[in-house]
């Protein structure tokens, strides 16, 4: 039996939805984009300066067109995220501002090179399913910060990539790399490559850009991810209902802007709600009110029928302390059981701002212990159990009885050497080391044991053409130099 | 080195023990110096494993599978080495010292070594200090290896130890300890020459404390 976990009953989801959808109807959302509005009031939604009505109508058709689940794919074209049902895939938190520099322990400005180590790492984490555009690389114009980050993920890791475009204009490059990664749009709609995040700002409001990328997304059929994010007692009710209700009205018109756009469009039925912590005027991603919201609206979605993703499994703390641990692990814990399709989180500190690679490679071995547990106890060869038991009693131990033997490996979660489970004198004797070390021992170790994809010299050529062009746009005539030993 | 060798080496990676029992016979048919068979063969294979296991590439039911396969080949091997005269890794006397009747950690221990190449004579459990002894001087072993898991029972290896200290007047034999209480502080505290956290470590350090590698 897979575990699962449940904080809303039926009864009370249906009341949040109906309530979400009153307040689509009755408050409407502000929408700053005036293609957006056309568009909407094309299709016969009501709209008032730059406010659109929906109706229940028009919000349970768009439902009805949204897919129940979707795949991405990597750029070698195979199946490698599977968002259905209560599948869970792991994906870094994305768009950190900064990184701590795993040999100072600095936390700075990130560059290329951060950029490049940080997809070699993520191309070997087995339990990372997808790469994400993880943090913002500061020595480029900032008006390609966020396509150069796509152009550097898709050079250097294979797995499909969680990202999004901080300007309208940005979407057409973002666009094409993944066409000329597909070669051809036909084939990117038929094996997405990435997902956008597309957020409203809170409360019930679209800005000029997201709204945009949004539209443009959909005429792709690029999967949308939506990330509405109330803060309970802040800009959203303090109760968890409440900020529930607000969210679910939040998501519910992208989910209708992006169907009117283009019918069947993927989606993620997404989040990143959180508490408001008076005291500090912070908004805590380790909260566990912040992860109980995140789970109950991944139920909201469940209950829709969509795919869901939300930003937990990632913690508060400033470097990779206790905290960073129990904050991620807890999230990740209960994301897994709750079935949230894409949890994004790993490596993430301080508020979603901070990027760690040593943080990430210990958090891929929480990934890895919270899989395990979703696949849940089954019986497998354990009735009747006298035969083994007898086998015990004749052998002494059952190390390698082929029972043992079959099972070992799918019964029991190996993690890497970053959790230590050496007695104490072995421990000693490999030197005592701290989780931190071996962390960062890791991060070394997969830095030089990276191999480079199997993407074709003809497509990275074409990927640094547009990004080249792309940057002398904005006047950047050079891009960093990056380590192309592998590239053309 | 001979193909036939090389495969005895890989199918005891394996852990089938039923090739290497083959393989074994068919270089012993074939000829092969008994040393050869023994060196490049089985204990090349094991050795092999011994460090995929420490680099945590395999796992410790892979070690035993492998073990079973040496001692198939050695089975085959031991009338030939003693009758060339040949000295094999040695030999080694284990037990649970008296008092103490958990002998899991000192079974593994057990197989681990024989596993490698060496001669056990395991005393089982509960054994008494001069038991250890006596049966270390007369089958003229290199090293005696003494288990316990209770705290209570600890002090026993340090009877051990003062016997032994007594009757052994070449000062020849070895003493390595092991077991959940015990530490490395406390076996050099009781005069153990060697002391080993697991069923590997105690293969490395019996090796050693013998000098082989």
């Avoid at chain 1, 809303?8 to 957006?36: P, R, S, W, Y």
């Avoid at chain 1, 991620?328 to 508020?351: C, H, K, R, V």
């Avoid at chain 2, 009338?79 to 103490?100: E, N």
């Avoid at chain 2, 057990?110 to 008494?128: S, T």
């Amino acid at each position: 039996m897979r575990p699962k976990l449940k904080f809303l009953t039926d009864e009370l989801i249906q009341k949040i939805i109906n309530e979400a959808i009153e307040i689509l109807c009755k408050i409407g959302i502000e929408i700053n984009n005036q293609n957006v509005l056309s568009l909407l009031s094309g299709k016969g939604v009501r709209i008032k300066k730059s406010r659109a009505y929906f109706t229940e109508d028009i919000i349970q058709k768009a439902l009805k067109t949204a897919p129940n689940s979707f795949s991405l794919y990597d750029v070698n074209g195979n199946e490698a995220n599977d968002l259905s049902g209560y599948n869970i895939n792991f994906t870094p938190g994305s768009a950190a501002l900064h990184i701590l520099d795993y040999n100072t322990q600095e936390i700075r400005n990130p560059t290329t090179k951060d950029y490049i180590n940080f997809a070699k790492i993520v191309n070997q984490l087995k339990y990372i399913a997808s790469q994400s555009t993880a943090f913002i690389p500061s020595d480029v114009n900032e008006k390609i910060s966020d396509s150069y980050r796509l152009f550097l993920s898709l050079l250097y890791c294979k797995k499909p990539v969680i990202t999004g475009a901080f300007r309208i204009e940005s979407f057409e490059v973002m666009k094409n790399m993944q066409i000329a990664v597909r070669s051809s749009g036909k084939t990117l709609k038929e094996k997405p490559l990435t997902v956008f995040s597309c957020c409203p700002t809170s409360p019930f409001k679209w800005s000029d850009v997201t709204s945009q990328n949004l539209i443009d997304c959909a005429k792709y059929s690029i999967p949308i991810e939506f990330i509405s994010m109330p803060l309970s007692g802040f800009i959203a009710p303090v109760t968890l209902v409440g900020t529930l209700i607000q969210h679910t009205a939040e998501t519910l018109s992208g989910i209708v802007i992006s169907q009117l756009a283009n019918p069947g469009t993927p989606i993620l039925y997404g989040g990143s709600p959180a508490i408001f912590d008076i005291r500090y005027e912070t908004t805590p991603m380790g909260a566990v009110e912040t992860m109980m919201i995140d789970c109950a609206y991944n139920e909201i979605g469940k209950y829709l029928g969509l795919p869901t993703q939300a930003y937990i499994s990632l913690s508060d703390a400033k470097q990779l302390d206790a905290q960073a641990g129990l904050e991620s692990s807890m999230g990740a814990t209960l994301a897994a059981l709750s079935g949230i399709n894409m949890i994004a989180g790993p490596g993430m500190l301080d508020f979603e701002s901070c990027q760690s690679l040593e943080k990430l490679v210990l958090d891929n071995e929480i990934c890895g212990m919270t899989l395990r547990m979703v696949k849940g106890i089954e019986p497998k060869e354990d009735f009747p159990a006298i035969p083994l038991l007898q086998e015990l009693l004749k052998e002494k131990h059952l190390l390698i009885s082929k029972h043992t033997r079959t099972h070992l490996k799918l019964e029991h979660f190996f993690p890497g050497q970053v959790i230590n489970r050496a007695n104490r004198p072995r421990w000693i004797e490999e030197g005592s080391t701290s989780l931190k070390e071996r962390a960062h021992n890791e991060v070394e170790k997969l830095i030089t044991s990276y191999e480079p994809t199997k993407i074709s010299k003809e497509i990275q050529k074409e990927l640094i053409q547009l990004m080249e062009t792309e940057a002398r746009r904005y006047g950047q005539e050079k891009l960093p130099d990056r380590d192309l030993s592998h590239c053309v | 080195m001979d193909i036939i060798l090389q495969k005895i080496s890989e199918y005891l990676q394996k852990g089938d023990e039923e090739k290497v029992f083959e393989l074994t016979k068919q270089a012993i048919g074939h000829n092969f110096d008994t040393k050869e068979i023994l060196d490049n063969g089985l204990i090349a294979g094991m050795n092999i494993i011994g460090e995929q296991f420490k680099k945590h590439e395999i796992f410790l039911p892979d070690v035993l599978m492998a073990a079973k396969a040496m001692y198939a080949g050695m089975d085959q091997l031991k009338p030939l080495l003693i009758k060339d005269g040949i000295q094999g890794m040695g030999k080694i006397v284990l037990g649970t010292v008296h008092g103490d009747l958990h002998d899991i950690g000192k079974n593994l221990v057990g197989i681990m070594l024989k596993g490698a190449g060496f001669e056990v004579i395991d005393l089982g459990r509960d054994v008494p200090a001069e038991k250890f002894v006596d049966t270390a001087l007369n089958e003229q072993v290199k090293v005696i290896g003494l288990s316990a898991l209770l705290t209570t029972t600890m002090s026993v290896m340090k009877e051990v130890i003062s016997i032994l200290k007594v009757k052994d007047t070449t000062n020849s034999i070895k003493t390595i300890v092991g077991g959940a209480p015990l530490s490395k502080d406390y076996a050099k505290e009781i005069g153990a020459d060697a002391y080993a956290y697991d069923s590997a470590n105690a293969v490395e350090s019996v090796k050693e404390l013998i000098g082989v590698n």
